[in-house]
């Protein structure tokens, strides 16, 4: 039996599956919380993508912007898929350099880039630094000139699109912390100084209009809006770009309302979108990159909980807390995310009540789900929580000293832990005696 709405199966104990396996089983052998993770759904998803554009004939890249969900494993497997690597600090570059992941095919992003971020990216040699501000420019001058080299840049641009989502993950606002603002001219001033720059090879131009979108029309319209400043470009300085890198965000379902579309529908449509203004200009097709994240991990991913105390307020409500909370889950707290759930053991069983899900922490906003149907719901069930696999480990935290979860991937019917649960010990590590 396949679980509505979710990747997932119910086997003939009525127990919740994950890749073939038993989630009650899993939670059994490495604890909870603990997110799992599907990887032939993370492969399904990047050749969804990857595939698109093969099938189309058009060159394109498919960068994973690590910040869903960054750890060796994880990119050891988009290295395995061929995919390119988006990633927005330091660590995530360390990350992907301790992975093995190709230093030709990383990408660096970040609004206020350090120093020793740019000089670490340069000093490997990876694919691509994209430009978010004059700073940074010239910060990469100087890195550059340092070290003799030379590097390839996209500058990234807020076209003034704003997208149809929540306000703390919409970025392609014209009032926004990224990129180049094409209205007020920013972005033709710092053309000015990249287009024929000694040491940087001006490749393009990146924008991301936000993030859990759900039409294409959006990203149309800011592709248009590209398009339109670089025939500007062309008239005057006959520049036409090699890369046109439209970002990500792609939605993902969650709950009931969210209605996704299938993802090679976004690539056709970017592609289509472009191929249309290459004929108008009559310019050479640029190569078409993107950068989903959310849409590759997003649902892959399941959390595991066991239920702990139960508290009835008679003609309000049910509350049921769960050992873990905001410290895995920052989401709902942070900008009133929605989930769906089911109790694993009982996946089957009819349903009787409605429970809301809290959390551990000591705060009353620490709440997963709320009014959840479910069975029965008895002490030491264990709670899975559908579409966890973007956002929850990478923004996890130790609010009330709580140590970080285990992370499992599993695949043809075999788990293997990937990141191991933090221990008391590793929490105080860096703590230091004042006596």
């Known amino acids: 039996m396949i679980i509505e709405n979710h990747p997932f199966q119910v086997n003939q104990k009525g127990h919740l599956e994950i890749g073939g396996l038993d989630t009650t089983l899993l939670a059994e052998k490495y604890g909870t919380p603990l997110y799992v993770y599907d990887v032939s759904i993370i492969r399904e998803n990047a050749r969804a993508f990857t595939g698109t554009f093969k099938d189309l004939g058009v060159k394109g890249r498919v960068a994973y912007a690590s910040k869903a969900f960054s750890s060796i494993a994880m990119l050891q497997v988009m290295k395995q898929e061929g995919l390119c690597l988006d990633v927005v600090s330091e660590g995530e570059l360390f990350t992907a ?221 049910t509350y049921i807390s769960v050992d873990g909370g905001m410290t895995d889950n920052l989401r709902p707290a942070l900008y009133g995310a929605k989930y769906e759930a089911v109790i694993a053991n009982k996946a089957v069983d009819p349903v009787t009540e409605k429970v809301s899900v809290a959390g551990k922490c000591c705060e009353s906003g620490d709440m997963l789900i709320w009014d959840l149907p479910v069975p029965n719901v008895e002490n030491s069930d264990i709670l899975a929580v559908f579409s966890t696999g973007a956002y929850g480990y990478s923004m996890a935290n130790h609010y009330n000293r709580f140590p970080k979860a285990a992370v499992v991937f599993v695949e043809n019917g075999s788990d293997k832990l990937v990141v191991q649960r933090e221990s008391y010990q590793d929490m105080v590590k860096n703590d230091l005696s004042y006596e």
């Open 97 to 317: 350099l301790k992975s093995g992941f190709p230093e030709e095919r990383i990408h660096m992003h970040g609004n206020n880039k350090s120093y020793h971020e740019i000089f670490m990216a340069i000093e490997h040699n990876i694919g691509c630094i994209v430009i978010d501000n004059f700073y940074e420019i010239e910060l990469i001058s100087a890195i550059l000139e340092k070290q003799q080299k030379e590097i390839d840049v996209l500058m990234r641009v807020t076209p003034g699109i704003e997208s149809k989502t929540h306000q703390y993950i919409m970025t392609g606002n014209e009032d926004s912390k990224f990129g180049f603002n094409l209205q007020n001219g920013q972005a033709e001033k710092a053309f000015n100084i990249l287009h024929n720059h000694k040491s940087i090879r001006f490749k393009g131009l990146h924008c991301h209009i936000g993030s859990q979108i759900f039409e294409t029309d959006r990203f149309e319209l800011a592709t248009d809006v590209l398009f339109k400043e670089l025939s500007e470009w062309r008239k005057k300085y006959d520049y036409t770009p090699d890369v046109l890198n439209l970002g990500g965000g792609f939605g993902i379902r969650y709950t009931k309302e969210d209605e996704p579309i299938p993802y090679q529908n976004y690539v056709e449509a970017l592609v289509q979108t472009v191929e249309e203004h290459v004929s108008e200009q009559g310019i050479s097709m640029p190569e078409i990159w993107i950068e989903p994240g959310r849409s590759i991990v997003g649902n892959s991913g399941i959390t595991l909980y066991t239920i702990g105390a139960m508290k009835e307020i008679p003609g309000i409500r």
